[in-house]
Each structure stands twice: as structure tokens, then as C-alpha cells.
């Protein structure tokens, strides 16, 4: 920088100028901010500027500035690359969107990560295996978004005909109040396919904990159809990525677009008896009509398969997509031993015109399908008096 001041002072006394006339001038460069340079190689990290009237140097400090992805506004190229290190800076503080107006519009871009994978378990029950699902989830509180990364479908066993060559296509739903709707690009069926998509929201973390993503695989021939379906809950979703092996089940068969019950039991011996607590509901469909809907739920116990007492809950309305009861139940196991007893939670919803079905049901004891059901039970007979409380996936 000197240097560069004493040419300047030279060339204006070389040139005969006024004291007033042009000078270089120092800048400051915060540290954090990163370095540019031109296609020639050449840094642009200095600027010339008139000096003051009382020649003193005047520093130019550049704002801190932070690199962030921007969702593209358009879909017509599936093959962009981003790099995180140099797309979009903007000023520290500015969003993707304004969730608060509800700003979701979702447009996809085919990125490829190097991140490591992790595998978990499906979330997923079916009856009937179609393939598995490969999604990566990850949240990043500073520019709090939500990256939802579709990799491939693997060992894919539709009911299609292959000679007929059909398209597939991925259509992912986040079951917010206002629901987030997004696709992948059509692709040719295969037993494996990869898409390598992914989707990026902007949307605050506690909103999104109590939503769900259900995920269906349409075929695309003489018509679209939806093939398969699978539905992973949020509640879960963490800053670090994690990935998650969904298995495909036909439509119908995945949770009621991801319904949740928390549900808390306590095995009291010196009663003989169980205490259940059904504590709230999530992803509860709402309607958009004027026909409010009303959610209860029923526990009933089962002893050798007979059914020995039920009890429900009261009938409320579902704000954004919840409830909470906090019911408590005591049933009376008398003669009947724990670990030969069943709890069967069934969810209802019913309309003002008094019209009830069952959305779904959740089942509790040592001999059920579901793995987290088994060591909730198994935990509160080994553990008197504890009360133990999970999540469960209305199916």
C-alpha cells in the first residue's frame, strides 16, 4: 500500500497537479471477508478515491458477508451445480423467504453432496414391499432451512409393465397447514433408480417438528398413478444430515399422511394395575370446509386376546394439525399378568354432522409388529412406576 502511495505522490508531482488532486487511499479488509480476484488473476481488494480537504486517510471497510444457497426460480435445467463457497452472497440476516407470509414456493436443483451416508431404519410399515426409498434430511439453523435430499429408489418391484417402458416420478408433500407440495424430474423405471435431487424450504424448526414428509412414487404412462408411498415424520430432524432407508408400501398402507400419537404408560403393581396417558396428536388433517372436525381417542386393553376394559377421551378440535388431551387411564389388569396384556389406541375423527371413522391405530405390548411399541411396554414392566413416553405412528 505504500508503494502504491508513493507512485500516486509521484506521478502528481510529475505532472505538475494541485495539492487537492487525486490520491490512493488505504482500505481496511475485515478479515473475515474473503478475497476476490478478476479473470486475469489480477485482486480487485483495493479502491482510489479523492482524499478529504484535510488530507487525512479515510478507511473503506467492507460489510461482513455470509455465502448461501439461493433456491433457483425456475426448473427448465435439471443439471445446475451449485457451489456453497461462492453462490449468492447476501447480507447476513436476509431469508431464503417469508415464512410468516407463507411464501412456499418450491422449485428443484440437482446438486451432487459428498456427504458421508449414515444408515437408519425405515419408518415406514407395510404389508407388501415395492422397493426402498433413500432420503437425506438436514436443517441449518442460520439461514433456518431445511434441505430435504432424495438420492435414489432402490430394488423397485412395482405392479408396471416393463415393456411398455414407464416414467417415474417422486412427488414429496410437507403436511403443514398450508401444504408444501415439490417434484423430482421424471426418470426411466428401473429396478434402481437415482435422482439425487434436492429441495430446499425456508421454514422455522418448531413448525416443521410438527409436520410430516410423505413421499409417493407416480408412474407415468397412458395416465399418472400414484405406485407407491411412504411417509417419514420431522419430529426428529437434526442440523447434522441423516439419512433414511424408507420402504415402499402400496397406497393406503404407509401412516395417515404421518399421524402421530405421544402416549406415556406406568405399570402400578401394588394396584394391579396400568396407567395410560394419551398426551397429544400431530399431523392431524384439518379441513377446509366449514364442517369442524373433532379428534378422540380410545384406549382399549387386551388380556389372551379378550378385551377387557375401554376408556376414550374427550372430542377436540385440532389446532393446526394438533391436539392435546392429557388424558389419564387406570386399567385394572386383576388376575391378568402384563407381559400377556395388549393396549390397542385407536385415533377417531368425527365432523359437526356427528359422522365418526377411524383414521388409525397404535398398538402396545410385547407381541406387536412395531419395534418401538415393544420396548416401550417392555420398559415400564421392568421399570415400576416409571412413566414412559414416546412418539407413534398411527398406521
Given at each position: 500500500?505504500?508503494?502504491?502511495?508513493?507512485?500516486?505522490?509521484?506521478?502528481?508531482?510529475?505532472?505538475?497537479?494541485?495539492?487537492?488532486?487525486?490520491?490512493?487511499?488505504?482500505?481496511?479488509?475485515?478479515?473475515g471477508?474473503?478475497k476476490?480476484?478478476?479473470?486475469?488473476?489480477?485482486?480487485?481488494?483495493?479502491?482510489?478515491?479523492?482524499l478529504?480537504?484535510?488530507?487525512?486517510?479515510?478507511?473503506?471497510?467492507?460489510?461482513?458477508?455470509?455465502?448461501?444457497?439461493?433456491?433457483?426460480?425456475?426448473?427448465?435445467?435439471?443439471?445446475?451445480?451449485y457451489?456453497?463457497?461462492?453462490?449468492?452472497?447476501?447480507?447476513?440476516?436476509?431469508?431464503?423467504?417469508?415464512?410468516?407470509?407463507?411464501?412456499?414456493?418450491?422449485?428443484?436443483?440437482?446438486?451432487?453432496?459428498?456427504?458421508?451416508?449414515?444408515?437408519?431404519?425405515?419408518?415406514?410399515?407395510?404389508?407388501?414391499?415395492?422397493?426402498?426409498?433413500?432420503?437425506?434430511?438436514?436443517?441449518?439453523?442460520?439461514?433456518?432451512?431445511?434441505?430435504?435430499?432424495?438420492?435414489q429408489?432402490?430394488?423397485?418391484?412395482?405392479?408396471?409393465?416393463?415393456?411398455?417402458?414407464?416414467?417415474?416420478?417422486?412427488?414429496?408433500?410437507?403436511?403443514?397447514?398450508?401444504?408444501?407440495?415439490?417434484?423430482?424430474?421424471?426418470?426411466?423405471?428401473?429396478?434402481?433408480?437415482?435422482?439425487m435431487?434436492?429441495?430446499?424450504?425456508?421454514?422455522?424448526?418448531?413448525?416443521?417438528?410438527?409436520?410430516?414428509?410423505?413421499?409417493?412414487?407416480q408412474?407415468?404412462?397412458?395416465?399418472?398413478?400414484?405406485?407407491?408411498?411412504?411417509?417419514?415424520?420431522?419430529?426428529?430432524?437434526?442440523?447434522?444430515?441423516?439419512?433414511?432407508?424408507?420402504?415402499?408400501?402400496?397406497?393406503?398402507?404407509?401412516?395417515?399422511?404421518?399421524?402421530?400419537?405421544?402416549?406415556?404408560?406406568?405399570?402400578?403393581?401394588?394396584?394391579?394395575?396400568?396407567?395410560?396417558?394419551?398426551?397429544?396428536?400431530?399431523?392431524?388433517?384439518?379441513?377446509?370446509?366449514?364442517?369442524?372436525?373433532?379428534?378422540?381417542?380410545?384406549?382399549?386393553?387386551?388380556g389372551?386376546?379378550?378385551?377387557?376394559k375401554?376408556?376414550?377421551?374427550?372430542?377436540?378440535k385440532?389446532?393446526?394439525?394438533?391436539?392435546?388431551?392429557?388424558?389419564?387411564?387406570?386399567?385394572?389388569?386383576?388376575?391378568?399378568?402384563?407381559?400377556?396384556?395388549?393396549?390397542?389406541?385407536?385415533?377417531?375423527?368425527?365432523?359437526?354432522?356427528?359422522?365418526?371413522?377411524?383414521?388409525?391405530?397404535?398398538?402396545l405390548?410385547?407381541?406387536?409388529?412395531?419395534?418401538?411399541?415393544?420396548?416401550?411396554?417392555?420398559?415400564?414392566?421392568?421399570?415400576?412406576?416409571?412413566?414412559?413416553?414416546?412418539?407413534?405412528?398411527?398406521?
Open positions: 500500500m505504500e508503494c502504491l502511495k508513493n507512485c500516486c505522490k509521484r506521478l502528481i508531482k510529475k505532472r505538475g497537479a494541485e495539492p487537492d488532486e487525486t490520491d490512493g487511499i488505504a482500505i481496511q479488509i475485515n478479515p471477508v474473503r476476490s480476484s478478476t479473470l486475469d488473476g489480477s485482486h480487485t481488494d483495493y479502491f482510489l478515491s479523492k478529504p480537504q484535510d488530507g487525512k486517510e479515510v478507511p473503506f471497510i467492507l460489510p461482513n458477508t455470509k455465502a448461501s444457497y439461493v433456491q433457483p426460480r425456475t426448473s427448465d435445467s435439471q443439471d445446475l451445480r457451489q456453497m463457497s461462492g453462490v449468492g452472497e447476501r447480507p447476513e440476516g436476509s431469508k431464503l423467504h417469508n415464512s410468516n407470509k407463507k411464501n412456499y414456493d418450491s422449485l428443484s436443483s440437482t446438486i451432487s453432496t459428498s456427504s458421508s451416508f449414515q444408515s437408519t431404519e425405515s419408518s415406514c410399515e407395510s404389508g407388501e414391499d415395492l422397493g426402498s426409498l433413500c432420503v437425506q434430511l438436514s436443517y441449518q439453523e442460520e439461514q433456518e432451512q431445511v434441505w430435504i435430499t432424495l438420492v429408489c432402490s430394488q423397485l418391484n412395482l405392479p408396471v409393465n416393463a415393456s411398455q417402458k414407464p416414467k417415474i416420478q417422486i412427488k414429496g408433500v410437507i403436511t403443514l397447514k398450508k401444504a408444501i407440495n415439490f417434484k423430482t424430474s421424471i426418470k426411466e423405471y428401473s429396478q434402481d433408480v437415482h435422482f435431487e434436492s429441495f430446499v424450504f425456508a421454514l422455522n424448526l418448531p413448525t416443521l417438528r410438527h409436520s410430516a414428509l410423505a413421499l409417493k412414487l408412474t407415468h404412462g397412458t395416465r399418472k398413478r400414484t405406485a407407491a408411498e411412504c411417509v417419514l415424520s420431522l419430529r426428529g430432524i437434526q442440523t447434522r444430515e441423516t439419512e433414511h432407508w424408507l420402504r415402499l408400501g402400496p397406497p393406503g398402507t404407509a401412516a395417515r399422511r404421518g399421524c402421530e400419537l405421544h402416549l406415556a404408560t406406568c405399570f402400578q403393581p401394588a394396584y394391579r394395575r396400568i396407567q395410560v396417558r394419551a398426551l397429544a396428536a400431530q399431523n392431524l388433517q384439518t379441513s377446509s370446509l366449514s364442517l369442524a372436525q373433532e379428534y378422540a381417542v380410545t384406549v382399549e386393553l387386551h389372551d386376546g379378550i378385551p377387557v375401554r376408556e376414550k377421551t374427550l372430542a377436540l385440532a389446532v393446526e394439525g394438533q391436539c392435546q388431551w392429557k388424558a389419564i387411564f387406570y386399567l385394572e389388569l386383576g388376575a391378568l399378568q402384563p407381559s400377556s396384556c395388549q393396549l390397542t389406541i385407536q385415533l377417531f375423527v368425527r365432523n359437526s354432522l356427528k359422522k365418526k371413522r377411524c383414521v388409525g391405530q397404535v398398538q405390548g410385547l407381541t406387536v409388529p412395531n419395534l418401538e411399541a415393544v420396548e416401550q411396554w417392555k420398559d415400564s414392566i421392568d421399570h415400576p412406576e416409571k412413566v414412559v413416553a414416546a412418539w407413534h405412528a398411527v398406521t
